[in-house]
C-alpha cells in the first residue's frame, strides 16, 4: 500500500492553499526526456516533491531562498539516481563541490523525517482487509497483510580486511540492511531500522517496531511473508522445507510468486536509485548518514509509484535472496503455528480448491 489517500489528498490541499514561491525553477532549463535521464523521475513528480521539501523547509524554519532550496533538492536527486554528483549540476544549483555531502544530508534528513506520510502500513480493519484480499487474488494465500524481508545496500567500509567486518554479508560483500515490507504491487509499507550486514533478518525483525507491534497483534491476525531466514511464526508464514505432497508444493509455489515482488521491488529501488548500488565508507557506531539515504529514496520509490514514474529497465540477473542458513530456532508455540500453516495448505491449496493467478505486478 502506498501512503493513505487521505494523506495524499491533506497535502494537496496543503499545497493548493499555499502561495508558490515566484523564483526560477531550475528543473525547467531540462526538456522532459533530459529531465528523466537525469533524475529518474517524471516533472509532476519532482514539482512534488518540491512542493513537499518547500512545505517541510517552511514548518522547520530553515532560513533558505527558494533558488537555493531548488538547487539542493537537484543536487540531491541527482546523487540518487546515479550514485554521484556531477560538476555541470553543481553549477547550475551554483553549490560548491565541498558542500555536496553536506546539502544530500541535509535533503535526506527532510525526505526521511516525511516517512510516515508516505510510507504507512495498513491501520484500520477496512485499510487491512483491502490489502490482504488483494494480496489473496493475486496469489491465492489469504489472510496476509504483505511481504517482510531484509534489504541489504553496499557498503565502503574503513575495514582493511572487510571478510572480518561485521558489515560482511552472506553474499560476500560488505552491506548495511533495512527491514522492509512491501504490498502485492510493490509499494512500500514500512522500512525501519540500518544495520550492519552481518545481522540476521530474524533478530532485526524480533528487535523491529513493526515485528513487535505484530506481536501484540496490534494489526490483527494476519501474516507477513517471509523467506527461509525466518522463523515460522504467528505472524511471519514461511514457506514448508520439506514438502510433504502436491498440496505443500502448491502453496511454496505462491509464496514464491508473492515474494518475488519484493525481490522486483528491490531491484527496481536500487535502479531508480543508483546510490543505493554503493553507499559511502560506513562506520558500525554511525549508520545515520547511510540511513537517511535510505529512507529518502524508498520515500521517493512511492512517490514515484503515485505518479506512475515509468520504471528504468531492469538488468536480466537479479541479486538473489541472501542465503542466510534457514532459522532454526524453536518457539514455545511451534506445534500450534506449524499446525495453522497446514490448515491453511489443506484448506486453500488442495486439489479441489488451489490456484496460483497470473497477475503482472505494476
Known amino acids: 500500500m502506498a501512503f493513505a489517500p487521505a494523506v495524499w489528498f491533506a497535502v494537496q490541499d496543503h499545497l493548493s492553499d499555499d502561495k508558490r514561491e515566484s523564483s526560477k525553477n531550475v528543473f525547467n ?8 535521464e537525469n533524475f529518474h523521475l517524471t516533472r509532476p513528480c519532482i514539482n512534488f516533491i518540491m512542493d513537499c ?73 477496512d485499510d487491512r482487509y483491502n490489502v490482504a484480499h488483494k494480496i489473496e487474488m493475486f496469489c491465492g494465500i489469504p489472510k496476509v497483510l504483505g511481504v517482510l524481508a531484509c534489504a541489504h545496500f553496499k557498503v565502503k567500509t574503513s575495514s582493511q580486511d572487510s571478510h572480518s567486518s561485521p558489515f560482511h554479508n552472506t553474499l560476500g560483500y ?31 525483525w524480533e528487535s523491529s ?55 522486483q521491488t528491490l531491484n527496481s529501488l536500487k535502479c531508480r536509485f543508483k546510490c543505493l548500488m554503493q553507499m559511502t565508507i560506513a562506520q558500525q557506531d554511525c549508520l545515520d548518514k547511510q540511513a ?14 503515485k505518479f506512475s514514474v515509468p520504471s528504468l529497465p531492469l538488468p536480466n540477473i537479479f541479486e538473489p535472496v541472501h542465503p542466510e542458513a534457514q532459522y532454526q530456532g524453536t518457539t514455545t508455540n511451534a506445534f500450534e503455528v506449524v499446525e495453522a500453516r ?15 493467478k497470473d497477475e503482472a505486478v505494476n
Open 209 to 263: 517496531v513493526k515485528g513487535k507491534e505484530m506481536e501484540r497483534e496490534h494489526h490483527g491476525s494476519y501474516w507477513l511473508i517471509g523467506e527461509k531466514n525466518y522463523k515460522l511464526s504467528q505472524h511471519v508464514l514461511t514457506a514448508v522445507s520439506v514438502p510433504g505432497g502436491t498440496d505443500d508444493l502448491r502453496f511454496n509455489e505462491a509464496h514464491a510468486k508473492l515474494h518475488s515482488v519484493m525481490q
Open 53 to 125: 521539501i518547500r512545505l517541510a523547509v517552511k514548518k522547520h524554519t530553515y532560513k533558505l531562498k527558494p533558488e537555493v532550496l531548488n538547487g539542493l533538492v537537484m543536487v540531491a536527486l541527482e546523487y540518487y539516481a546515479n550514485g554521484i554528483s556531477s560538476l555541470a549540476i553543481q553549477e547550475k544549483a551554483g553549490i560548491n563541490h565541498q558542500k555536496t555531502p553536506e546539502v544530500i544530508g541535509m535533503v535526506s534528513k527532510i525526505l526521511t523525517d516525511m516517512l510516515n506520510q508516505f510510507i504507512t502500513f495498513p491501520i484500520t480493519r
Open 292 to 305: 537517511d539515504i535510505i529512507m529518502a529514496c524508498c520515500v521517493l520509490h512511492n512517490i514515484a509509484k
Open 342 to 356: 497446514d490448515k491453511l495448505i489443506r484448506k486453500y491449496f488442495s486439489n479441489a480448491n488451489s490456484f496460483v
Open 174 to 204: 560488505t552491506s548495511v540492511t533495512a527491514q522492509v515490507i512491501c504490498d502485492c504491487k510493490g509499494n512500500l509499507m514500512s522500512v525501519e531500522g540500518c544495520h550492519v550486514g552481518s545481522t540476521p533478518a530474524q533478530t532485526i
Open 29 to 36: 532549463d531540462f526538456e522532459d526526456k533530459a529531465l528523466f
